[in-house]
């Protein structure tokens, strides 16, 4: 296999589009992509949607994107994996250029949720849980991730308070992302006084919905090499399921997945969790960032809500995490997510993230999640020179 490179990346602002259709959106982050990329188009093009099919009925993703920005006659697919739909769909782009089978990708992201009412949403998120065993009985994302926290919560003693500081530094952060859909700073009292809506998960422990699209180029390294400018190498990529159902796991408080993931790309990578220098982690809920920055190695069982309470996670501290406001302050437009985390990596390894840049970043890594843990991709990033 060859090593791969990223040499281009592009994204719109996430928020309320009502005057972008699907294809505005993907097309205007992916020709964003390419012209940062300085190349005139790419061989194969991956398109990474969760549910376009009954949110905009456009289910045909991969022709309807590339026809759209002027790349017709060239190989294009769409890409599910349900919330981490983005992640996956870069891998699928760096295995395509890792192989030799294409010598430039393009991994793309799209998600427009706004246009569905609440209830319909939701309903359709919920076709990422079990069918059969959750969807079932109308349980909703939130619903289902309040069950966990509530046990978390009982388990290791943690109050809701204690969570408040994820919520906090993925919001300060959002400021200084132009692309973020909520740029404004959060405080302690607005995090408690924040409405209920399934408890314990309040507003401000859910990411919020949202429109949007990123766009990656990916191109061999040798190739990224010849650019005079930093080189981002892929250096580690995993991908595993779990059961789909939460009663079903081995332990509905750890995400195995999670762990074996992120133990595939740290050994391709030939490192550890103490090298990582910032974690784009999948904040959807506070919960589900605690899980998962235990899964991956940065906190031991039971006290993950141990680093924001001590604020190990803001961008001056031990694992910098939602350095560009995460899915809590950037927004989750959920097929979308995934690509948005890896272009965020990439800004942060270039050094160009502004007020919360990671200072002497080398390694980034992202982990993109979708259900309710049953499907984890992790991918490490690592600035060359
Ligand atoms: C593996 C996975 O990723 S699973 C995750 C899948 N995603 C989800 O489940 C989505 C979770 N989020 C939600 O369900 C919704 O966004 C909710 C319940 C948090 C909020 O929904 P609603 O109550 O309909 O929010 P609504 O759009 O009416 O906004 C109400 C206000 O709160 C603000 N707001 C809404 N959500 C958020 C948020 N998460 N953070 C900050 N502010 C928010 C809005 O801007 C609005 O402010 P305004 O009144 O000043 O205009």
Same mark, same amino acid.
């Given at each position: 296999?060859? $090593?791969?490179?990223?040499?281009?990346?592009?994204?719109?602002?996430?928020?309320?589009?009502?005057?972008?259709?699907?294809?505005?959106?993907?097309?205007?982050?992916?020709?964003?992509?390419?012209?940062?990329?300085?190349?005139?188009?790419?061989?194969?093009?991956?398109?990474?949607?969760?549910?376009? =099919?009954?949110?905009?009925?456009?289910?045909?993703?991969?022709?309807?994107?590339?026809?759209?920005?002027?790349?017709?006659?060239? $190989?294009?697919?769409?890409?599910?994996?349900?919330?981490?739909?983005?992640?996956?769909?870069?891998?699928?782009?760096?295995?395509?250029?890792?192989? #030799?089978?294409?010598?430039?990708?393009?991994?793309?992201?799209?998600? %427009?949720?706004?246009?569905? &009412?609440?209830?319909?949403?939701?309903?359709?998120?919920?076709?990422?849980?079990?069918?059969?065993?959750? =969807?079932?009985?109308?349980?909703?994302?939130?619903?289902?991730?309040?069950?966990?926290?509530?046990?978390?919560?009982?388990?290791?003693?943690?109050?809701?308070?204690? !969570?408040?500081?994820?919520?906090?530094?993925?919001?300060?952060?959002?400021?200084?992302?132009?692309?973020?859909? !909520?740029?404004?700073?959060? @405080?302690? @009292?607005?995090?408690? %006084? @924040?409405?209920?809506?399934?408890?314990?998960?309040?507003?401000?422990?859910?990411?919020?919905?949202?429109?949007?699209?990123?766009?990656?180029?990916?191109?061999?390294?040798?190739?990224?090499?010849?650019?005079?400018?930093?080189?981002?190498?892929?250096?580690? @990529?995993?991908?595993?399921?779990?059961?789909?159902?939460?009663?079903?796991?081995?332990?509905?408080?750890?995400?195995?997945?999670?762990?074996?993931?992120?133990?595939?790309?740290?050994?391709?990578?030939?490192?550890? &969790?103490?090298?990582?220098? !910032?974690?784009?982690?999948?904040?959807? !809920?506070?919960?589900?960032?605690?899980?998962?920055?235990?899964?991956? =190695?940065?906190?031991?069982?039971?006290?993950?809500?141990?680093?924001?309470?001590?604020?190990?996670?803001?961008?001056?501290?031990?694992?910098?995490?939602?350095?560009?406001?995460?899915?809590?302050?950037?927004?989750?437009?959920?097929?979308?997510?995934?690509?948005?985390?890896?272009?965020?990596?990439?800004?942060?390894?270039? #050094?160009?993230? =502004? &007020?919360?840049?990671?200072?002497?970043?080398?390694?980034?890594?992202?982990?993109?999640?979708?259900?309710?843990?049953?499907?984890?991709?992790?991918?490490?990033?690592?600035?060359?020179?």
């Amino acid at each position: 296999m060859r $090593e791969v490179a990223v040499i281009g990346i592009g994204q719109t602002k996430i928020d309320e589009h009502w005057d972008s259709s699907l294809r505005v959106l993907a097309g205007d982050a992916a020709l964003a992509a390419i012209h940062d990329a300085g190349v005139s188009g790419v061989e194969a093009v991956f398109v990474g949607n969760m549910m376009s =099919g009954s949110a905009n009925h456009q289910q045909h993703l991969g022709a309807y994107i590339a026809d759209w920005i002027g790349l017709r006659y060239t $190989e294009a697919v769409r890409v599910e994996a349900a919330c981490s739909s983005g992640a996956a769909t870069f891998r699928s782009a760096i295995m395509a250029v890792a192989s #030799g089978e294409v010598d430039s990708a393009l991994a793309i992201g799209v998600e %427009k949720m706004t246009d569905s &009412p609440g209830a319909e949403i939701t309903a359709e998120l919920a076709t990422a849980a079990d069918a059969d065993w959750e =969807g079932e009985i109308g349980i909703s994302f939130v619903a289902l991730n309040a069950l966990v926290m509530q046990r978390y919560m009982y388990e290791y003693q943690w109050k809701h308070d204690d !969570f408040a500081n994820f919520s906090i530094n993925a919001h300060a952060n959002a400021v200084h992302n132009p692309n973020a859909r !909520f740029r404004k700073a959060i @405080s302690f @009292s607005t995090y408690q %006084k @924040s409405p209920m809506i399934c408890e314990p998960i309040s507003v401000m422990d859910a990411s919020p919905m949202g429109d949007g699209a990123a766009a990656l180029v990916i191109v061999p390294a040798e190739m990224a090499r010849r650019i005079n400018r930093p080189v981002i190498r892929v250096a580690g @990529s995993g991908a595993a399921t779990d059961a789909l159902a939460v009663h079903d796991r081995r332990d509905p408080l750890w995400l195995s997945a999670a762990e074996k993931s992120a133990k595939q790309a740290y050994q391709q990578a030939g490192i550890g &969790p103490e090298q990582i220098n !910032f974690f784009e982690v999948h904040d959807a !809920f506070t919960i589900m960032a605690t899980l998962s920055l235990e899964a991956c =190695g940065f906190a031991e069982r039971g006290q993950g809500v141990r680093l924001a309470l001590e604020n190990e996670i803001t961008p001056t501290g031990r694992i910098p995490i939602a350095t560009m406001g995460g899915l809590k302050g950037r927004g989750h437009p959920v097929g979308a997510t995934g690509m948005y985390q890896l272009a965020e990596t990439v800004i942060q390894l270039r #050094g160009e993230a =502004g &007020p919360t840049q990671i200072e002497n970043a080398r390694f980034g890594m992202t982990q993109n999640i979708g259900g309710s843990g049953s499907n984890i991709i992790t991918h490490i990033l690592q600035r060359e020179s």
